[in-house]
Protein backbone atom coordinates (compact mmCIF):
# COMPACT_ATOMS: atom_id res chain seq x y z
CA UNK A 1 0.00 0.00 0.00
CA UNK A 2 3.09 2.40 0.80
CA UNK A 3 4.40 1.59 -1.99
CA UNK A 4 1.58 2.11 -4.26
CA UNK A 5 1.79 5.45 -2.83
CA UNK A 6 5.00 5.94 -3.16
CA UNK A 7 4.76 4.80 -6.72
CA UNK A 8 1.71 7.12 -7.61
CA UNK A 9 3.33 10.23 -6.06
CA UNK A 10 6.13 9.55 -8.35
CA UNK A 11 4.19 9.84 -11.76
CA UNK A 12 2.13 12.49 -10.29
CA UNK A 13 5.38 14.77 -9.38
CA UNK A 14 6.62 13.34 -12.88
CA UNK A 15 3.80 14.77 -14.69
CA UNK A 16 3.48 18.24 -12.87
CA UNK A 17 7.62 18.79 -13.08
CA UNK A 18 6.58 17.93 -17.03
CA UNK A 19 3.90 20.50 -17.17
CA UNK A 20 5.51 23.15 -15.27
CA UNK A 21 8.80 22.76 -17.48
CA UNK A 22 7.23 22.87 -20.52
CA UNK A 23 4.31 24.92 -19.85
CA UNK A 24 1.78 23.96 -21.76
CA UNK A 25 -0.49 24.05 -19.27
CA UNK A 26 -0.24 27.41 -17.54
CA UNK A 27 0.66 29.10 -21.43
CA UNK A 28 -1.57 27.68 -24.04
CA UNK A 29 -4.48 25.36 -21.74
CA UNK A 30 -5.77 27.86 -19.00
CA UNK A 31 -5.88 30.63 -21.45
CA UNK A 32 -8.01 28.51 -23.43
CA UNK A 33 -10.13 27.92 -20.91
CA UNK A 34 -10.51 31.64 -19.68
CA UNK A 35 -11.22 32.34 -23.76
CA UNK A 36 -13.69 29.69 -23.91
CA UNK A 37 -15.49 32.05 -20.98
CA UNK A 38 -15.18 35.00 -22.45
CA UNK A 39 -16.69 33.46 -25.96
CA UNK A 40 -19.79 32.42 -24.07
CA UNK A 41 -20.05 36.02 -22.30
CA UNK A 42 -20.07 37.25 -26.32
CA UNK A 43 -22.36 34.58 -27.42
CA UNK A 44 -24.46 34.96 -24.99
CA UNK A 45 -24.65 38.83 -24.62
CA UNK A 46 -23.83 40.00 -21.23
CA UNK A 47 -26.24 42.81 -20.78
CA UNK A 48 -29.71 40.58 -20.99
CA UNK A 49 -29.20 39.44 -17.47
CA UNK A 50 -29.44 36.23 -18.54
CA UNK A 51 -25.56 34.87 -17.69
CA UNK A 52 -25.91 34.14 -13.55
CA UNK A 53 -28.43 31.79 -14.94
CA UNK A 54 -26.42 29.73 -17.15
CA UNK A 55 -22.82 30.42 -15.23
CA UNK A 56 -22.77 27.11 -13.55
CA UNK A 57 -23.33 25.47 -16.82
CA UNK A 58 -20.97 27.53 -18.33
CA UNK A 59 -18.26 27.08 -16.19
CA UNK A 60 -17.63 22.95 -16.79
CA UNK A 61 -18.20 23.02 -20.63
CA UNK A 62 -15.23 24.82 -19.81
CA UNK A 63 -13.90 22.55 -17.84
CA UNK A 64 -14.99 19.56 -19.22
CA UNK A 65 -13.35 20.54 -22.83
CA UNK A 66 -9.99 22.26 -21.65
CA UNK A 67 -9.92 18.33 -19.08
CA UNK A 68 -9.88 17.27 -23.33
CA UNK A 69 -6.36 19.13 -23.77
CA UNK A 70 -5.35 18.09 -20.87
CA UNK A 71 -5.91 14.64 -20.58
CA UNK A 72 -4.41 15.20 -24.66
CA UNK A 73 -1.26 16.25 -23.03
CA UNK A 74 -0.66 13.38 -20.00
CA UNK A 75 -1.21 10.70 -23.02
CA UNK A 76 1.47 13.42 -25.33
CA UNK A 77 3.87 13.06 -22.99
CA UNK A 78 4.23 9.15 -22.67
CA UNK A 79 4.03 8.39 -26.31
CA UNK A 80 7.38 10.99 -27.35
CA UNK A 81 10.34 9.06 -27.31
CA UNK A 82 9.33 6.04 -26.21
CA UNK A 83 8.35 7.08 -22.49
CA UNK A 84 5.52 4.61 -22.30
CA UNK A 85 7.99 1.70 -22.94
CA UNK A 86 10.11 3.30 -20.67
CA UNK A 87 6.79 3.56 -17.62
CA UNK A 88 5.85 0.13 -18.66
CA UNK A 89 9.42 -1.71 -18.11
CA UNK A 90 9.75 0.88 -15.29
CA UNK A 91 8.17 -1.79 -12.60
CA UNK A 92 5.54 0.48 -11.03
CA UNK A 93 2.43 -0.88 -10.39
CA UNK A 94 -0.17 -0.16 -13.46
CA UNK A 95 -2.63 1.48 -10.55
CA UNK A 96 -0.28 3.59 -9.48
CA UNK A 97 0.55 5.28 -12.46
CA UNK A 98 -3.29 5.80 -13.35
CA UNK A 99 -3.86 7.45 -10.06
CA UNK A 100 -0.64 9.51 -10.39
CA UNK A 101 -1.67 10.34 -13.96
CA UNK A 102 -4.81 11.58 -12.96
CA UNK A 103 -3.80 13.48 -9.90
CA UNK A 104 -1.78 15.50 -11.71
CA UNK A 105 -4.77 16.19 -14.42
CA UNK A 106 -6.94 17.24 -11.06
CA UNK A 107 -4.50 19.42 -10.08
CA UNK A 108 -3.94 20.98 -13.27
CA UNK A 109 -7.70 20.93 -13.93
CA UNK A 110 -8.00 22.19 -9.78
CA UNK A 111 -5.86 25.22 -10.86
CA UNK A 112 -8.19 26.15 -14.00
CA UNK A 113 -11.40 26.00 -11.70
CA UNK A 114 -10.12 28.56 -9.11
CA UNK A 115 -8.78 30.96 -11.99
CA UNK A 116 -12.31 30.31 -13.97
CA UNK A 117 -14.15 30.66 -10.73
CA UNK A 118 -12.85 33.83 -10.04
CA UNK A 119 -13.56 35.16 -13.42
CA UNK A 120 -16.63 33.74 -13.34
CA UNK A 121 -17.68 35.63 -9.66
CA UNK A 122 -16.05 39.23 -12.22
CA UNK A 123 -17.77 38.27 -14.86
CA UNK A 124 -20.86 37.28 -13.86
CA UNK A 125 -21.55 38.92 -10.39
CA UNK A 126 -22.24 35.86 -8.77
CA UNK A 127 -21.87 35.62 -5.41
CA UNK A 128 -19.53 33.32 -3.41
CA UNK A 129 -21.92 30.96 -0.82
CA UNK A 130 -21.86 27.38 0.12
CA UNK A 131 -17.68 27.67 -0.44
CA UNK A 132 -17.74 23.73 0.94
CA UNK A 133 -20.44 22.77 -1.66
CA UNK A 134 -18.45 24.50 -4.33
CA UNK A 135 -14.92 22.75 -3.25
CA UNK A 136 -16.40 19.52 -2.96
CA UNK A 137 -18.21 19.23 -6.21
CA UNK A 138 -15.05 20.61 -7.78
CA UNK A 139 -13.03 17.80 -6.41
CA UNK A 140 -15.44 15.18 -7.14
CA UNK A 141 -16.39 16.06 -10.41
CA UNK A 142 -12.95 16.90 -11.92
CA UNK A 143 -11.93 13.59 -10.54
CA UNK A 144 -14.63 11.91 -12.53
CA UNK A 145 -13.12 13.67 -15.32
CA UNK A 146 -9.77 13.27 -14.85
CA UNK A 147 -10.12 9.47 -14.00
CA UNK A 148 -12.85 8.89 -17.21
CA UNK A 149 -9.81 10.85 -19.38
CA UNK A 150 -6.98 9.02 -18.24
CA UNK A 151 -9.32 5.46 -19.01
CA UNK A 152 -10.25 6.84 -22.37
CA UNK A 153 -6.99 8.76 -23.71
CA UNK A 154 -4.99 5.41 -22.87
CA UNK A 155 -7.34 3.56 -24.51
CA UNK A 156 -7.07 5.58 -27.72
CA UNK A 157 -3.20 6.54 -26.97
CA UNK A 158 -2.36 4.50 -29.98
CA UNK A 159 -4.54 5.45 -32.59
CA UNK A 160 -3.52 8.61 -35.27
CA UNK A 161 -6.90 9.64 -34.89
CA UNK A 162 -6.42 10.15 -30.99
CA UNK A 163 -7.32 14.13 -30.71
CA UNK A 164 -10.43 13.59 -32.42
CA UNK A 165 -11.36 10.40 -30.41
CA UNK A 166 -10.81 11.18 -27.22
CA UNK A 167 -13.61 14.03 -26.99
CA UNK A 168 -16.26 11.58 -28.69
CA UNK A 169 -15.01 8.94 -26.13
CA UNK A 170 -15.11 11.20 -22.89
CA UNK A 171 -17.60 14.03 -23.61
CA UNK A 172 -20.35 11.61 -23.60
CA UNK A 173 -19.18 9.35 -20.58
CA UNK A 174 -19.13 12.47 -18.71
CA UNK A 175 -22.50 14.52 -19.59
CA UNK A 176 -24.23 13.15 -16.02
CA UNK A 177 -20.54 14.86 -14.65
CA UNK A 178 -21.70 18.21 -16.40
CA UNK A 179 -24.88 17.88 -15.17
CA UNK A 180 -24.56 17.14 -11.79
CA UNK A 181 -21.63 19.12 -11.04
CA UNK A 182 -23.41 22.33 -12.89
CA UNK A 183 -26.80 22.01 -10.66
CA UNK A 184 -24.52 21.63 -7.62
CA UNK A 185 -22.99 25.13 -8.43
CA UNK A 186 -25.94 26.34 -9.34
CA UNK A 187 -27.63 25.70 -6.01
CA UNK A 188 -24.62 26.57 -4.08
CA UNK A 189 -24.37 29.87 -5.66
CA UNK A 190 -27.98 31.02 -5.29
CA UNK A 191 -27.61 30.16 -1.63
CA UNK A 192 -29.22 27.08 -1.54
CA UNK A 193 -26.37 24.78 -0.54
CA UNK A 194 -28.91 22.17 0.53
CA UNK A 195 -29.90 21.08 -2.51
CA UNK A 196 -26.29 20.20 -3.84
CA UNK A 197 -26.38 17.30 -1.76
CA UNK A 198 -27.55 14.74 -3.99
CA UNK A 199 -25.53 15.94 -7.33
CA UNK A 200 -22.62 16.41 -4.78
CA UNK A 201 -23.13 11.97 -4.09
CA UNK A 202 -23.64 11.32 -7.78
CA UNK A 203 -20.13 13.10 -8.86
CA UNK A 204 -18.58 11.30 -5.78
CA UNK A 205 -20.21 8.04 -7.13
CA UNK A 206 -18.91 8.53 -10.34
CA UNK A 207 -15.24 9.09 -9.29
CA UNK A 208 -15.33 6.15 -7.70
CA UNK A 209 -16.16 4.00 -10.14
CA UNK A 210 -14.12 5.01 -12.58
CA UNK A 211 -11.34 5.28 -10.67
CA UNK A 212 -11.55 1.79 -9.69
CA UNK A 213 -12.12 0.64 -12.88
CA UNK A 214 -8.71 2.93 -13.82
CA UNK A 215 -7.43 1.87 -11.24
CA UNK A 216 -8.00 -1.95 -11.87
CA UNK A 217 -7.95 -2.23 -15.46
CA UNK A 218 -4.57 0.80 -16.56
CA UNK A 219 -1.76 -1.36 -16.04
CA UNK A 220 -3.42 -3.98 -18.72
CA UNK A 221 -4.25 -1.18 -20.94
CA UNK A 222 -0.83 -0.17 -20.51
CA UNK A 223 0.52 -3.67 -21.46
CA UNK A 224 -1.96 -4.72 -24.58
CA UNK A 225 -3.77 -1.49 -25.54
CA UNK B 1 -12.58 -22.59 -25.28
CA UNK B 2 -15.30 -24.50 -24.85
CA UNK B 3 -17.97 -21.81 -25.85
CA UNK B 4 -19.60 -21.92 -28.71
CA UNK B 5 -20.68 -18.99 -30.80
CA UNK B 6 -22.36 -20.38 -33.40
CA UNK B 7 -25.74 -20.88 -32.79
CA UNK B 8 -27.54 -20.91 -35.13
CA UNK B 9 -25.93 -23.60 -36.79
CA UNK B 10 -24.76 -22.10 -40.47
CA UNK B 11 -27.69 -24.34 -42.58
CA UNK B 12 -30.24 -22.65 -39.51
CA UNK B 13 -29.01 -19.24 -40.90
CA UNK B 14 -30.98 -19.01 -44.16
CA UNK B 15 -33.96 -19.93 -42.15
CA UNK B 16 -33.63 -17.49 -39.44
CA UNK B 17 -32.86 -15.03 -42.13
CA UNK B 18 -36.49 -15.96 -44.05
CA UNK B 19 -38.20 -15.73 -40.80
CA UNK B 20 -37.10 -12.57 -39.85
CA UNK B 21 -37.99 -10.85 -43.54
CA UNK B 22 -41.24 -12.70 -42.49
CA UNK B 23 -42.23 -11.42 -39.10
CA UNK B 24 -41.32 -7.84 -40.58
CA UNK B 25 -43.28 -8.12 -43.59
CA UNK B 26 -45.99 -9.67 -41.45
CA UNK B 27 -45.58 -6.32 -38.68
CA UNK B 28 -45.64 -4.11 -42.11
CA UNK B 29 -48.55 -5.49 -43.11
CA UNK B 30 -50.77 -6.04 -39.89
CA UNK B 31 -49.27 -2.61 -38.60
CA UNK B 32 -50.76 -0.51 -41.57
CA UNK B 33 -53.43 -2.24 -43.00
CA UNK B 34 -54.84 -4.64 -40.59
CA UNK B 35 -55.47 -2.38 -37.11
CA UNK B 36 -57.50 -0.21 -36.84
CA UNK B 37 -57.07 3.94 -36.32
CA UNK B 38 -56.03 4.91 -32.87
CA UNK B 39 -59.53 7.04 -31.21
CA UNK B 40 -57.35 9.88 -29.87
CA UNK B 41 -53.76 9.37 -32.09
CA UNK B 42 -55.25 8.56 -35.62
CA UNK B 43 -52.45 7.25 -37.80
CA UNK B 44 -49.55 8.07 -36.23
CA UNK B 45 -49.65 5.80 -33.47
CA UNK B 46 -48.62 2.71 -35.87
CA UNK B 47 -45.18 3.98 -35.48
CA UNK B 48 -45.40 2.15 -32.36
CA UNK B 49 -45.02 -1.36 -34.78
CA UNK B 50 -41.46 0.01 -35.51
CA UNK B 51 -40.05 2.71 -32.13
CA UNK B 52 -41.00 -0.10 -29.30
CA UNK B 53 -39.13 -3.18 -31.04
CA UNK B 54 -36.30 -0.98 -32.30
CA UNK B 55 -36.11 0.42 -28.58
CA UNK B 56 -36.11 -3.31 -27.24
CA UNK B 57 -33.35 -4.11 -29.58
CA UNK B 58 -30.77 -1.59 -28.94
CA UNK B 59 -31.62 -2.31 -25.05
CA UNK B 60 -30.68 -6.22 -26.08
CA UNK B 61 -28.09 -5.41 -28.36
CA UNK B 62 -25.91 -3.08 -25.85
CA UNK B 63 -26.35 -5.65 -22.78
CA UNK B 64 -25.08 -8.30 -25.52
CA UNK B 65 -22.05 -6.02 -26.27
CA UNK B 66 -21.46 -5.72 -22.54
CA UNK B 67 -21.82 -9.22 -21.31
CA UNK B 68 -19.40 -10.18 -24.20
CA UNK B 69 -17.20 -7.81 -23.47
CA UNK B 70 -17.41 -9.38 -19.68
CA UNK B 71 -16.69 -12.71 -21.31
CA UNK B 72 -13.75 -11.46 -23.18
CA UNK B 73 -12.34 -9.50 -20.03
CA UNK B 74 -12.69 -13.00 -17.68
CA UNK B 75 -9.31 -14.94 -18.75
CA UNK B 76 -11.18 -18.24 -18.40
CA UNK B 77 -13.62 -17.45 -21.17
CA UNK B 78 -11.43 -15.09 -23.34
CA UNK B 79 -11.98 -15.62 -26.74
CA UNK B 80 -11.37 -13.54 -29.55
CA UNK B 81 -15.15 -14.63 -30.82
CA UNK B 82 -16.77 -12.46 -27.90
CA UNK B 83 -15.02 -9.40 -29.09
CA UNK B 84 -16.40 -10.28 -32.81
CA UNK B 85 -20.23 -10.45 -30.89
CA UNK B 86 -19.71 -7.46 -28.78
CA UNK B 87 -18.78 -5.44 -32.21
CA UNK B 88 -21.67 -6.87 -34.17
CA UNK B 89 -23.56 -5.90 -31.56
CA UNK B 90 -22.77 -2.67 -30.94
CA UNK B 91 -23.41 -1.77 -34.49
CA UNK B 92 -26.68 -2.90 -34.36
CA UNK B 93 -27.68 -1.02 -31.26
CA UNK B 94 -26.36 1.99 -33.03
CA UNK B 95 -28.35 1.27 -35.71
CA UNK B 96 -31.51 0.32 -34.02
CA UNK B 97 -30.99 3.40 -31.31
CA UNK B 98 -31.08 5.84 -34.39
CA UNK B 99 -34.28 4.15 -35.93
CA UNK B 100 -35.93 4.43 -32.75
CA UNK B 101 -34.63 8.08 -32.01
CA UNK B 102 -35.76 9.20 -35.81
CA UNK B 103 -39.33 7.17 -35.67
CA UNK B 104 -40.07 8.42 -32.24
CA UNK B 105 -39.24 12.10 -33.28
CA UNK B 106 -41.33 11.95 -36.02
CA UNK B 107 -44.14 10.57 -33.92
CA UNK B 108 -43.27 13.20 -31.54
CA UNK B 109 -44.11 15.98 -33.97
CA UNK B 110 -47.90 15.16 -34.53
CA UNK B 111 -48.85 14.31 -30.79
CA UNK B 112 -46.40 16.17 -28.31
CA UNK B 113 -46.06 19.54 -30.61
CA UNK B 114 -42.19 18.99 -30.86
CA UNK B 115 -39.76 17.01 -32.70
CA UNK B 116 -37.66 16.89 -29.43
CA UNK B 117 -38.71 17.17 -25.85
CA UNK B 118 -35.76 16.89 -23.11
CA UNK B 119 -37.51 13.95 -21.57
CA UNK B 120 -35.79 11.85 -19.64
CA UNK B 121 -35.73 8.73 -21.39
CA UNK B 122 -35.03 10.74 -24.97
CA UNK B 123 -31.63 12.30 -23.50
CA UNK B 124 -30.34 9.69 -21.70
CA UNK B 125 -30.92 7.82 -25.44
CA UNK B 126 -29.54 10.48 -26.96
CA UNK B 127 -26.55 9.95 -24.76
CA UNK B 128 -26.41 6.42 -25.47
CA UNK B 129 -26.22 6.58 -29.02
CA UNK B 130 -23.23 8.72 -28.60
CA UNK B 131 -21.69 6.27 -26.29
CA UNK B 132 -21.63 3.68 -28.23
CA UNK B 133 -20.91 5.84 -31.20
CA UNK B 134 -17.72 6.66 -29.87
CA UNK B 135 -17.04 3.05 -29.06
CA UNK B 136 -17.66 2.07 -32.53
CA UNK B 137 -14.80 4.63 -33.20
CA UNK B 138 -12.54 3.12 -31.08
CA UNK B 139 -12.69 -0.44 -32.91
CA UNK B 140 -12.02 0.77 -36.02
CA UNK B 141 -8.83 2.60 -34.64
CA UNK B 142 -6.35 -0.29 -35.91
CA UNK B 143 -3.74 -2.34 -34.14
CA UNK B 144 -3.70 -6.09 -33.67
CA UNK B 145 -6.97 -8.26 -33.02
CA UNK B 146 -6.02 -8.85 -29.50
CA UNK B 147 -5.26 -4.88 -28.71
CA UNK B 148 -8.67 -4.11 -30.25
CA UNK B 149 -10.14 -6.75 -28.64
CA UNK B 150 -9.13 -5.52 -25.01
CA UNK B 151 -8.98 -2.20 -25.26
CA UNK B 152 -12.80 -2.19 -27.04
CA UNK B 153 -14.05 -4.95 -24.01
CA UNK B 154 -13.12 -2.49 -21.31
CA UNK B 155 -14.39 0.72 -23.39
CA UNK B 156 -17.77 -1.48 -23.60
CA UNK B 157 -17.93 -2.41 -19.84
CA UNK B 158 -17.14 1.21 -18.87
CA UNK B 159 -20.01 2.77 -21.70
CA UNK B 160 -22.36 0.37 -19.97
CA UNK B 161 -21.51 1.02 -16.66
CA UNK B 162 -22.50 4.77 -16.99
CA UNK B 163 -25.70 3.95 -18.45
CA UNK B 164 -27.56 3.99 -15.20
CA UNK B 165 -25.89 6.83 -13.89
CA UNK B 166 -26.68 8.46 -17.03
CA UNK B 167 -30.21 7.64 -16.64
CA UNK B 168 -30.35 8.70 -13.02
CA UNK B 169 -28.98 11.47 -13.53
CA UNK B 170 -31.10 12.80 -16.26
CA UNK B 171 -34.24 11.90 -14.82
CA UNK B 172 -33.70 13.97 -11.58
CA UNK B 173 -32.50 16.73 -13.77
CA UNK B 174 -35.81 16.50 -15.85
CA UNK B 175 -38.04 16.37 -12.96
CA UNK B 176 -36.22 18.87 -10.98
CA UNK B 177 -37.12 21.21 -14.27
CA UNK B 178 -40.37 19.90 -15.75
CA UNK B 179 -43.43 17.93 -14.69
CA UNK B 180 -42.92 14.91 -17.25
CA UNK B 181 -46.81 15.10 -17.41
CA UNK B 182 -47.52 14.81 -21.37
CA UNK B 183 -44.49 12.47 -22.24
CA UNK B 184 -45.81 10.22 -19.64
CA UNK B 185 -48.98 9.56 -21.20
CA UNK B 186 -46.71 7.73 -23.59
CA UNK B 187 -45.25 5.82 -21.17
CA UNK B 188 -48.51 4.70 -19.33
CA UNK B 189 -50.22 3.71 -22.88
CA UNK B 190 -53.05 1.30 -22.15
CA UNK B 191 -53.62 -1.20 -25.33
CA UNK B 192 -56.61 -2.53 -25.60
CA UNK B 193 -57.09 -4.01 -28.84
CA UNK B 194 -55.99 -7.47 -29.29
CA UNK B 195 -55.03 -6.71 -33.06
CA UNK B 196 -52.79 -4.04 -31.64
CA UNK B 197 -51.00 -6.22 -28.92
CA UNK B 198 -50.26 -8.81 -31.45
CA UNK B 199 -49.35 -6.08 -33.92
CA UNK B 200 -47.21 -4.95 -31.26
CA UNK B 201 -45.76 -8.93 -30.36
CA UNK B 202 -45.11 -9.38 -33.44
CA UNK B 203 -43.07 -6.23 -33.80
CA UNK B 204 -40.81 -7.61 -31.30
CA UNK B 205 -39.98 -11.03 -32.03
CA UNK B 206 -39.67 -9.72 -35.58
CA UNK B 207 -37.35 -7.71 -34.71
CA UNK B 208 -35.81 -10.19 -32.19
CA UNK B 209 -35.29 -12.51 -35.20
CA UNK B 210 -33.79 -9.73 -37.27
CA UNK B 211 -31.44 -8.79 -34.73
CA UNK B 212 -30.12 -12.55 -34.14
CA UNK B 213 -29.77 -12.91 -37.73
CA UNK B 214 -27.98 -9.62 -38.65
CA UNK B 215 -25.84 -10.31 -35.48
CA UNK B 216 -24.97 -13.93 -36.77
CA UNK B 217 -24.06 -12.57 -39.92
CA UNK B 218 -22.06 -9.97 -38.54
CA UNK B 219 -19.99 -11.98 -36.38
CA UNK B 220 -19.24 -14.78 -39.20
CA UNK B 221 -18.49 -11.28 -41.70
CA UNK B 222 -15.91 -9.97 -38.89
CA UNK B 223 -14.09 -13.23 -38.69
CA UNK B 224 -13.96 -13.56 -41.98
CA UNK B 225 -12.08 -10.28 -42.96
CA UNK B 226 -9.77 -10.95 -39.68
CA UNK B 227 -8.84 -14.10 -41.24
CA UNK B 228 -8.34 -12.60 -44.67
CA UNK B 229 -5.17 -10.97 -44.48
CA UNK B 230 -3.86 -14.61 -43.05
CA UNK B 231 -5.62 -16.62 -45.68
CA UNK B 232 -4.18 -14.39 -48.13
CA UNK B 233 -0.87 -14.40 -47.11
CA UNK B 234 -0.78 -18.69 -46.77
CA UNK B 235 -1.66 -18.48 -50.62
CA UNK B 236 1.01 -16.05 -51.54
CA UNK B 237 3.69 -18.65 -49.86
CA UNK B 238 1.97 -21.53 -51.34
CA UNK B 239 1.86 -19.88 -54.43
CA UNK B 240 5.89 -19.19 -54.37
CA UNK B 241 6.13 -22.59 -52.67
CA UNK B 242 4.65 -24.43 -55.81
CA UNK B 243 6.92 -21.87 -58.07
CA UNK B 244 10.21 -22.72 -56.69
CA UNK B 245 9.20 -26.42 -56.44
CA UNK B 246 8.47 -26.90 -59.87
CA UNK B 247 10.98 -29.53 -60.07
CA UNK B 248 8.18 -31.65 -58.87
CA UNK B 249 9.22 -31.66 -54.61
CA UNK B 250 5.45 -31.31 -53.75
CA UNK B 251 6.42 -32.33 -49.90
CA UNK B 252 7.27 -28.88 -49.38
CA UNK B 253 3.85 -27.46 -49.52
CA UNK B 254 1.99 -26.74 -46.23
CA UNK B 255 0.85 -30.35 -45.04
CA UNK B 256 -3.20 -28.88 -44.89
CA UNK B 257 -4.98 -26.68 -47.31
CA UNK B 258 -5.09 -23.02 -46.20
CA UNK B 259 -8.75 -22.41 -47.01
CA UNK B 260 -10.19 -25.22 -45.17
CA UNK B 261 -7.88 -24.73 -41.71
CA UNK B 262 -8.59 -20.99 -42.31
CA UNK B 263 -12.92 -22.17 -42.29
CA UNK B 264 -12.16 -24.25 -39.01
CA UNK B 265 -10.00 -21.48 -37.12
CA UNK B 266 -13.20 -19.45 -37.90
CA UNK B 267 -15.87 -21.95 -36.84
CA UNK B 268 -18.16 -21.58 -39.44
Known amino acids: MMQLLRDARLVFVKDLRIELRARIVIAQIVPFGVLVLLLFAFALDPRRGMLPTVAPGLFWITVLLASILAVGRSIAVESEHGARDGLRLSGLDGGAIFVGKVGAIVAELLALEVLLLLGTFVLYDVSADGILVLTLTALAATAGIAATGTVYGVLASGAKVRETLVPLLVLPITAPVLLGASKAFESALSGRSGEAWPWVQLLGVFAALYLTVGFVAFGALLEEA | ?268
Not at chain 2, 26 to 48: E, I, W
Not at chain 2, 128 to 148: C, D, K, T, V
Not at chain 2, 220 to 242: F, K
Request: with cysteine.
Open chain 2, 1 to 268: MSVDLHMPPRRARPFLGFAALLGVAATVVMGLFVVPKDVAQGDAYRLLFVHVPAAWLSYLAFAVTALASVLYLVPRTRDIRWDYLAGASAELGVIFTALMLAVGSLWGRPIWGAWWAWDARLTTTAILFFLYLGYLALRRMGGSPEQRAMRSAIAGLTAFIDVPIVHFSVTWWATLHQDGSVFNEKMQVHIRDTSMQLTLLLGVAAFTLLYVYLCTQRVQLLALEEGMAERELQAAIEERVARSGATGTASSAPTTDPSTSATTAVGV
